[in-house]
């Protein structure tokens, strides 16, 4: 049974869905489930529900109380607020401001305080920090076409928001997964910086016809 209290950020969150639906006019993913994220510690459904995609990732050896991640990209922020539980700092980017705010309603109840997100595309995110681990999930390129970096500029960036011997988790954009000609020029790229620590295919649920994923745990290179 639903608690009063998780029932009421509830309404919040769908409200957010709602003004989202009226009013942003870029796409919007999994607009036909309301939430592209699922979030068990709040008890709402999603495509893509957060704890499972993080068991089947794998990587909890690589994050610990000390370090900070950015989030690039990162929808509605639950994945985001769930890795904040084993990290001393994490950082979202996202465009949509509905979502935004429904990752800060979100942080405000589950008072994950050392999570922070910002309303942004990830061109424009500016840091002057540095990151132990950052986020590449499925959205290198995006099917709204807000993306306006080429992915040699999208590594780029990333290059440069990395730590000496950080770390980047990288999920495939859905036609990556399944077509060798879009993928092996983006690995190629990625090999330029990168050494390939882990590197597998992962269960997917969204959108229903890319059953996987490729996933890569990647360490930056030393210069």
């Known amino acids: ?15 957010h869905i709602e003004d989202e639906k009226e009013s942003w006019k870029s796409f919007v993913y999994a607009q036909e489930k309301g939430f592209y994220q699922g979030f068990d510690e709040i008890e709402l459904d999603g495509c893509r529900p957060t704890e499972k995609r993080f068991d089947r990732y794998d990587i909890s050896e690589y994050l610990s109380n000390g370090k900070s991640a950015l989030d690039i990209g990162c929808n509605c922020g639950f994945f ?12 979202g980017v996202e465009l949509n401001p509905y979502l935004v705010r429904i990752g800060n309603d979100t942080k405000e109840f589950l008072k994950r305080d050392n999570v922070t997100f910002t309303n942004s595309s990830f061109e ?6 540095k990151y132990d681990i950052i986020f590449s999930l499925a959205n290198d390129e995006t099917i709204d076409g807000n993306t306006k970096f080429s992915f040699r500029e999208y590594i780029g960036k990333i290059i440069k928001l990395l730590k000496n011997d950080g770390l980047l988790m990288w999920e495939t954009v859905s036609p990556d997964t399944y077509e060798p000609k879009r993928f092996q020029p983006k690995l190629d790229v990625l090999l330029e910086q990168f050494s390939i620590l882990s590197d597998k ?23």
């Open 1 to 15: 049974m639903v608690s009063s209290e998780i029932s009421e950020l509830h309404t919040k969150l769908w409200k």
């Open 80 to 91: 985001t607020l769930y890795i904040g539980k084993f990290l001393s700092k994490v950082d």
């Open 124 to 129: 424009e995110f500016d840091d002057n920090g």
């Open 201 to 223: 295919m992962v269960k997917s649920e969204y959108p229903i016809n890319v059953p996987e994923r490729r996933f890569l745990v990647l360490s930056k290179n030393r210069l």
